[in-house]
């Protein structure tokens, strides 16, 4: 059923664990997260970026998703990821999201109050609900290639002024990850999380969690992530399976889209008991 992502967060805080947050990029990884979401009974965020709503066409992805976020049994929130525009922000409202991410972080903390403020008024007054990010997570960001030289990490004391001040639901605060494959050993400040956490009382949310060692993850979420997002890992299965199908030379696409799906839906399920969400929705 489809769900605020408040919802989804407040119930994965309280309890202890995070809500796998899953990027989709068409058909295929859609279902593969829906299905898998059901069958393990997780609760989930299914999300977009504008550019990727512009690539495949935003009338059609918004609608396929809606409808399969709609069908499922579990709490399945549909968010908008990565929004640098206020008119992402209105389009994605208008089209039945249920949540929506205002990404203001490059600009001075006080630019970004207002700008998510504003985004947290209208995604209220329609029931969803918003994110915002402070400080700079790096690597490929919607197709945005910030590097990781630019990336600077959250202050907890602004953290605790960008939410007492916009009203946002959750908080993306950098904490060292990077969007897309990491080429380094990747890192997340611990006792950077740890003073944010104390400061802030809306659930917080790990961006680039793709690549990630799994102790990683579950440190992050006993210290108080409640969201985990997941993109190019579920990007990378896809593309390997289609290309080991299309190169065993498979000329029916759907018979190449159940393999995608299922390297899909396998990412899926260890993402979603390594969130501790199974069983939960
Ligand atoms: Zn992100």
């Known amino acids: 059923m489809l769900t605020s992502s408040a919802e989804i967060l407040s119930q994965a805080q309280k309890e202890g664990y995070a809500a796998g947050a899953f990027n989709f990029h068409n058909l295929e990884v859609l279902q593969a997260i829906i299905e898998t979401a059901d069958a393990e009974k997780a609760p989930v965020i299914l999300q977009i970026t504008p550019t990727y709503l512009e690539k495949i066409g935003a009338t059609a992805a918004a609608a396929m998703a809606r409808e399969a976020a709609a069908a499922a049994k579990v709490p399945v929130a549909l968010h908008l990821d990565h929004s640098n525009s206020w008119q992402w922000i209105i389009w994605a409202l208008a089209h039945g999201f249920t949540s929506v991410m205002i990404d203001a972080s490059k600009f001075p903390l006080v630019e970004n109050i207002a700008l998510s403020r504003q985004v947290a008024e ?158 939960k929705g």
């Open 122 to 279: 209208a995604a209220h007054a329609v029931g969803a609900s918003a994110e915002a990010e402070l400080g700079h997570i790096g690597g490929v960001e919607d197709s945005v290639d910030r590097g990781n030289a630019d990336a600077s990490l959250a202050d907890p004391t602004e953290a605790a002024r960008l939410v007492a001040e916009s009203g946002i639901d959750a908080l993306a605060p950098a904490l060292g990850t990077a969007h897309g494959l990491y080429m380094s050993e990747p890192k997340i400040d611990f006792a950077r999380l740890d003073k944010i956490r104390k400061l802030t009382p809306v659930p917080l949310v790990l961006h680039g969690g793709s690549g990630i060692p799994d102790a990683m993850i579950r440190e992050a979420i006993r210290r108080g992530i409640a969201k985990v997002n997941i993109g190019t890992e579920l990007k990378v299965a896809w593309a390997g399976a289609m290309e080991a199908a299309m190169t065993a030379g498979e000329k029916e696409p759907w018979k190449a889209a159940v393999k995608a799906r299922e390297a899909v839906r396998e990412i899926v399920r260890h993402k979603i008991y390594l969130c501790g969400g199974a069983g």
